[in-house]
């Protein structure tokens, strides 16, 4: 089982961290190119809410359902029910620092199963600090 944690602030206050997350066209923004997401289904952000997509890795598609829980205006949590790795489950947490600024902290616990899911795993550093550029500018 491996940890990853990412965390960064934002200049913006925590109702407007936790909206955005809570869109449904968040998953879309914060994905970095040459990946592209084609969604099954998503529904709105709430307990036991679930995100059905595909992430396209070149020609190369990447089936993954997860399941929404522990969802407050301070985070959610994602567990994967089908997809890559044999576990995932991935907190997102929002702590207000004051000022008008967030911290966004995102810790996820997983263990890889198949060659692509290692490959992701490895590829955690580039996607959080391209989601932390992301969240940053959306919210400015």
Known sequence: ???????????????AVSNFHSDSRALRMLTPPPIWVQFHLVE????????????????????????????????FTDTQKRGPFKTWVHSHRFQELGNGRTAVVDDIEAEPGNLISRF????LPVLFAYRGWRTRWALR
């Open 44 to 75: 709105s952000l709430a307990e036991g809410s679930v995100a059905d997509f595909t992430m396209w890795l070149g020609l190369l598609p990447v089936r993954w359902t997860a399941v929404h829980s522990q969802v407050t205006p301070h985070g």
């Open 1 to 15: 089982m491996g940890q990853y944690r990412h965390r960064f602030e934002v200049e913006a206050s925590l109702t």
């Open 120 to 123: 992701m795993w490895l590829t």
